[in-house]
C-alpha cells in the first residue's frame, strides 16, 4: 500500500517553500517519524518525517523545486526494511555489474576508468546512460567523481546539478554557480523592498561599556552556575531598549496602510547569522522577563538557529529587533529594519579608545551604536532620544533596577 509524503500546513506568514534536501532516495528503508526532507522556507527550514515506516518508492518533487502547503511530494510503501535494502543492494550489484561488462568488452582503457569509481557513482552513470569516455575524471588517483559525472552528462538540466563548477585550461581558477535558496531570496527581497518603501534613516552615538563589563566580570561565574548559559552583552541591551521604547512608543510601532499600529508589549527580534542565513528569532513578551530569563531564551533561540531547529512561530512576529555586527568585529554600519517593524539597534564591537571624561583624557572600553529608523512615522528627535536613553541606562545600568 502506497502512503503519500506530503507537505504539512504553512503559516500564513509563509506562501510556498522549496526542497532543499531529499535525505533519502528511491528504494531506501525508512523508519516511521525518521526525516525524509528537509524543505526550505523563507523563515525557517522544514524537516518532514516519514508518516510510517517502509520504503521510498516515488519522489515527485526533486531538489531546489517549490513546494506548497499538502502537496504530494513522493509516496513510501510499506513493506519490510531488510528485505527492501537487500533488493536495493543485489540492485546495485547487478547494474555496475552489467555496465562494466558492457564497458570491458568495448573499450579496456574505459574499464579500469570505469572501476576507478565507488557504486554510488557507477549506479549514476547506468541510470543516465552516460559514456564513460566522455568523462574527466579529478579525484584522486584518477578516480571519476559524481561532479565529473553531473559536469558531461548529455542529459544534465538544472535541477540535476545544484552546484557546477567550471574550471579554466590550467585549472588555477574556478566559477561556482550555486542556486540561490529561498532564504536567500526572501532575506534579498525584504532588504530591497525595505530599502524602496521606507524613508530610511540611521542615527549614532556610542556608549562606555566600562559598567557592563564590570557587572559581567564579577558575576559571570555565578551566573553561569547558576542558570547554566553564559552572561553576555544582549541581555543588557534588550532591557535597555525596552525601557527606551517605553518612554518613546513610536519605535515600537508599525505602519499598517493609512494606521500607526502601537504595540502595547514588546517582542525582540534578535538578528542571529545561521548557516543558510540571517534569521530573526523572537523572544516574546521581553518586557515582562527578567535578565536571566532574556539571556536563557536568547541563547535557547540562537542555538536552534545555528542547527537549523527554529520552529515558524519562533519567527513571526517581533516590534523591534536587534542585531550585533560585533560578534564579527564590525566597529559601525547601518543597520536596515525587519518591515513591518519601524526601527532596529545595531550593536558594533567593543574597542578601547581615547575619550575625555572629568575634563582628562582616559582609556575606555567604547561600542559605537545605530539606530535605523522609518523616518515616516519616527522623527529625528524622538530616534536621537531615544539612543541617548539606551546609551545612559547601558553606563549606568542600576537604572535597570530602578526603571529610569
Known sequence: MAIDIKIPEFSESISEGTISTWLKKVG?????GETLVEIETDKVVLEIPSPATGVIEKIIKNENEVVNSHEVIGSLAESDQVDAKQS??????????????????????SAADYKKTSPAVRKIIAEKNIDIDGITPTGKNNRITKQDVSASSSKQSPA????????????????????MSSLRKKISDRLVSAQQEYAMLTTFNEVNMSEILSIRSKN?????????????????????AIEALKAYPVLNASIDENDIVYHRYVDVGIAVSAERGLVVPVVRNADAKSLSSIEIEINQLATK???????????????FTITNGGVFGSMLSTPIVN???SAILGMHSIEKRPIVKDDEIVIAPMMYLALSYDHRI????????FLSHIKRIIEDPIQLLLHL
Open 28 to 32: 531506501d528503508p525508512v523508519d516511521e
Open 378 to 385: 519616527i522623527d529625528g528627535r524622538e530616534a536621537v532620544l
Open 339 to 341: 518591515p513591518p517593524q
Open 305 to 319: 538557529a545555528r542547527e537549523n531547529k527554529l520552529s515558524i512561530d519562533e519567527l513571526i512576529g517581533g516590534t
Open 160 to 179: 540535476d546539478v545544484v552546484s557546477t563548477a567550471i574550471s579554466s585550461s590550467d585549472d588555477s581558477n574556478e566559477v561556482e554557480r550555486v542556486p
Open 88 to 109: 536495493e543492494q543485489n540492485f546495485d550489484q547487478e547494474v555496475s555489474s552489467d555496465v562494466e561488462k558492457v564497458i570491458t568488452e568495448n573499450n579496456d582503457e
Open 220 to 240: 559571570k561565574e555565578q551566573f553561569l552556575e547558576q542558570h547554566d548559559v553564559k552572561l553576555g552583552f544582549m541581555s543588557f541591551f534588550v532591557l535597555a
